[in-house]
């Protein structure tokens, strides 16, 4: 029963930059997987990034590698996705989700944040 909100999404030009932050409320557990996903208009929601509470294993699709950060903040109970070098392919839905470590889904979604990147 974590209840998440996303939020930083918003317009941006091919190039540049977005910090979406997802503020979770409720119960945390440090060896829970915080992970961000997208979803395009007309595709099916993918997944774009992973970290532990902790800092401690991280996960990134091939196609943000080097591009996009996910970070946590423990004191704010945040997790944090930094989107660099923002292509028109980026444009999506983000969402915030979470998981047991060795759970095989994703229990808990905020309602997502929309981040459009115009060429």
């Known amino acids: 029963q974590v209840q998440l909100v996303e939020s930083g999404g918003g317009l941006v030009q091919a190039g540049g930059s977005l910090r979406l932050s997802c503020a979770a409320s409720g119960r945390t557990i440090s060896s829970y997987i915080m992970g961000w996903f997208r979803q395009a208009p007309g595709k099916e929601r993918e997944f774009v990034a992973s970290i532990t509470w902790s800092g401690s294993i991280l996960n990134y699709a091939d196609s943000v590698k080097g591009r996009f950060t996910i970070s946590t903040d423990n004191a704010k109970n945040t997790v944090y996705l930094q989107m660099n070098s923002l292509k028109p392919e980026d444009t999506a839905v983000y969402y915030c989700?979470?998981?047991?470590?060795?759970?095989?889904?994703?229990?808990?979604w905020g309602q997502g944040t929309r981040v459009t990147v115009s060429s």
């Open positions: 989700a979470t998981r047991a470590r060795y759970d095989a889904v994703y229990g808990s």
